[in-house]
């Protein structure tokens, strides 16, 4: 904060995980100055109307629905009608939201068809919250339907693990011809997808769509157990262990952790579970995370990765593990700091 007075100067999702991060942090201190970093970041893109500076609707992006998230408690707690107006844009965008044949959000408008599992992060959390904000019930079974069909689209039956995305038409060159899905199991992918199914179980209130994601998240978070790194980190390429070029990453084993952690205190998870997170975050504090007096740097982080529009990004082991490392990167940072309210959670209880 003191380095960085403005986390961006666009709206991006980047940045909407460390200000989600940040909120739980003001959630659990009390420390307004968390919540007003926030406002001050998210106030240079809103106008009067609740217009979204660098926003374009039409590109269907739904990377630009997550630092919506934060909308929500600067609304609740100052009132201040821009954030709802913003609010109401992002829904709107969800509203008018391309979908594959299945019924999954189109990532982007430039990626036709296809389903990434960054993606039910991005979105879902957020339409649960307004689902529950603005009385449309109805909405929960969409959310619902978009795990669930993630789930089944891209989990492999030997690994339990979930593929990064799915190409409903199978034209994509990452896509196998049969089933469409990427051809890695990309750690942030799938971290993407356990946060989110413990975000939106903490909004979802009827029984039947809960046990559903609950039984997600028990049989998912199996698989990510069974490939924890006896350092308690995970790899870049989850699967693949000490392979030649993979890499122990910090934003995936955050993720993990995160998800761990909270899915244990929610009930969901077994206690041994919230001790997995806790040896995963020792390890990431030991490994990436470095203090000079006053300020804390976290290494380690995989820059923005994705698949297509250019042929090096094509799902394969060799894209995912050249993919360089960041310090300070927002994945990073925001991940970190999520999994560390979590750890600090369990402490006290």
């Known amino acids: 904060m003191r380095r960085v007075p403005r986390l961006d100067s666009r709206w991006d999702y980047k940045w909407g995980v460390v200000a989600s991060g940040l909120v739980e942090v003001w959630r659990d201190t009390g420390d307004d100055r968390y919540l007003d970093y926030v406002r001050r970041t998210i106030d240079e893109f809103l106008g009067e109307d609740g217009t979204i500076a660098t926003y374009d609707r039409d590109e269907f992006q739904l990377d630009f629905i997550n630092p919506g998230k934060a909308l929500f408690p600067l609304w609740r707690e100052t009132g201040d009608e821009r954030y709802r107006g913003a609010i109401e844009r992002l829904r709107d965008q969800l509203r008018a939201q391309p979908r594959t ?4 959000f189109w990532h982007k408008a430039i990626y036709p068809d296809q389903m990434w599992l960054d993606g039910v992060y991005m979105a879902s959390p957020f339409l649960a919250e307004y689902a529950a904000a603005f009385d449309e ?9 978009q795990f669930v069909l993630a789930y089944e689209h891209t989990r492999d039956a030997r690994t339990g693990l979930l593929y990064h995305a799915i190409d409903e038409r199978r034209t994509q060159p990452w896509a196998d011809p049969q089933t469409g899905c990427s051809r890695s199991f990309w750690g942030r992918a799938l971290g993407w997808y356990e946060m989110a199914l413990v975000d939106t179980l903490d909004i979802l209130t009827d029984s039947t769509q809960r046990a559903t994601l609950i039984a997600i998240l028990r049989e998912t978070i199996e698989a990510v157990v069974r490939v924890q790194d006896a350092s308690g980190l995970w790899w870049q390429v989850l699967d ?11 934003s995936a084993s955050a993720m993990f952790a995160y998800a761990l952690a909270k899915g244990a205190r929610q009930g969901h998870l077994p206690d041994e ?11 990431i504090v030991q490994r990436f995370v470095q203090a000079h007096g006053n300020a804390v740097d976290v290494s380690g982080c995989c820059v923005g990765t994705g698949l297509g529009i250019t042929p090096d990004r094509d799902g394969s082991f060799s894209y995912y593990a050249s993919r360089p490392v960041a310090t300070n990167d927002h994945h990073g940072v925001g991940a970190f700091l999520l999994a560390s309210v979590e750890a600090e959670r369990a402490r006290v209880t």
């Open 101 to 104: 044949p299945s019924g999954s």
């Open 137 to 145: 019930a109805a909405t929960f079974a969409d959310v619902v339907r």
């Open 240 to 250: 693949q262990g000490d392979r030649a070029g993979n890499y122990l990453e910090e």
């Open 273 to 283: 579970h919230r001790r997995l997170a806790e040896r995963a975050h020792d390890a």
